[in-house]
């Protein structure tokens, strides 16, 4: 008579041979990728939408005022904030823009980015988030990228910078994140691709072929919607791999911000994923969640020799998450050893974005709260 731990050694073992395999091949696609050379940039219009980042635009403009070649300007849109954002932007020589208050209907990051858009004057927009840092050369990276693959908009993959002990147990969580988009992917149709806002490089011709954020003004993942419209209307999307782009800490106020900002983040991004890429996560997961349960269940029934060949399946697994998490940030192998955690958080946090889209709930972030549609 077969055991219920036979059964989970078996399904775990055909399942996450398969995640295995989904895993190192979509790491290979990216890393495939051919660096493309930099180049100098025509005039670039940079926008940031900021409230109450006056504790994160420091960084932000001293790594812009160091682009190289430079930027033709830098605009941020102080979304009426209470922390001396606009002040603080001012002093640092940045063209400061006020929006009018938040109109109905619309999300307050599409809101500014469409204020900030409309006073640019550069050929091309980028358009960039308060918390991120960017290397020198990343604009001519960037814009090497859009001519080299011919793309009306170029997103980049961000390094993740972190300080407290939580935030260095987020490797697994961020390739996840990267195998769920088909990061390494070429395909140039569907909504399935990895494109962040934090860093969105656009042809103007193309964002105002679009139509701007005013066609996702109540999207939550907008980065992927503006992505897909950009397929949609004939246009092509490409994604810098090169390292040191642009860097980012996440939610650095906690746990707490990042459960909400991803939450908030995963409502409308999991639906591009399709069928195809929640059957790949399924076998991801599968795997990287299988082991340590298998782990467990030898522990528990005594099988010795299976709790040795388990534990040699964790270590190896570990190993794979520790040389994957390199290509996303300066993470400690031992965060790796810990990737149950960081496996349990994304389904988790999946569980609940798809609660509150199935709800019909009202974002709420930055002190707003904004009703999107009712229950889908």
């Not at 990061?183 to 490089?201: E, H, K, N, V, W």
């Not at 974005?353 to 199935?358: F, G, I, P, S, T």
Request: proline share 6%.
């Amino acid at each position: 008579m077969i055991t219920a731990a036979t059964w989970l050694w078996l399904v775990v073992a055909a399942v996450g041979s398969l995640g295995a395999v989904v895993w190192h091949w979509r790491l290979w696609q990216l890393s495939a990728r051919a660096a493309a050379p930099p180049v100098a940039p025509p005039r670039v219009s940079i926008v940031v939408p900021a409230r109450d980042e006056a504790h994160n635009l420091p960084r932000l403009l001293a790594s812009l005022a160091v682009l190289d070649p430079p930027a033709h300007q830098v605009i941020v849109v102080d979304d009426h904030s209470t922390d001396g954002t606009g002040d603080l932007a001012r002093a640092a020589g940045a063209t400061v823009v006020v929006p009018p208050p938040l109109p109905p209907g619309w999300l307050g990051k599409a809101w500014a980015c469409h204020a900030g858009a409309a006073v640019a004057t550069g050929d091309l927009l980028l358009f960039t988030d308060a918390d991120t840092v960017h290397g020198p050369a990343s604009l001519a990276h960037a814009v090497a990228r859009l001519e080299a693959d011919r793309a009306d908009l170029v997103s980049a993959i961000p390094r993740h910078r972190a300080a407290r002990t939580w935030e260095r147990l987020q490797g697994v969580f961020q390739v996840l994140l990267l195998i769920a988009c088909r990061a390494g992917s070429a395909a140039t149709d569907g909504a399935r691709r990895f494109s962040i806002g934090q860093y969105l490089l656009f042809r103007r011709a193309a964002y105002e072929r679009i139509g701007g954020h005013v066609a996702v003004k109540d999207v939550i993942a907008e980065d992927l919607h503006l992505a897909a419209r950009v397929i949609a209307t004939g246009g092509r999307f490409a994604l810098c791999t090169e390292p040191g782009v642009v860097e980012v800490r996440m939610y650095p106020e906690g746990v707490g911000g990042f459960v909400r900002g991803w939450r908030r983040s995963f409502r409308d991004g999991m639906a591009a994923a399709g069928a195809g890429g929640v059957a790949e996560l399924i076998a991801v997961i599968g795997w990287l969640g299988g082991v340590p349960l298998a782990m467990l269940a030898a522990l528990a029934t005594g099988a010795w020799p299976m709790l040795a060949a388990w534990s040699a399946a964790y270590l190896a697994t570990a190993a794979a998450i520790a040389i994957a998490q390199r290509r996303i940030g300066a993470l400690p192998w031992w965060g790796a050893l810990a990737f149950p955690l960081g496996v349990a958080a994304f389904v988790a946090i999946s569980g609940l974005a798809a609660w509150d889209r199935l709800r019909g709930a009202p974002v709420r972030w930055r002190g707003r709260s904004v009703v999107v549609g009712g229950p889908r």
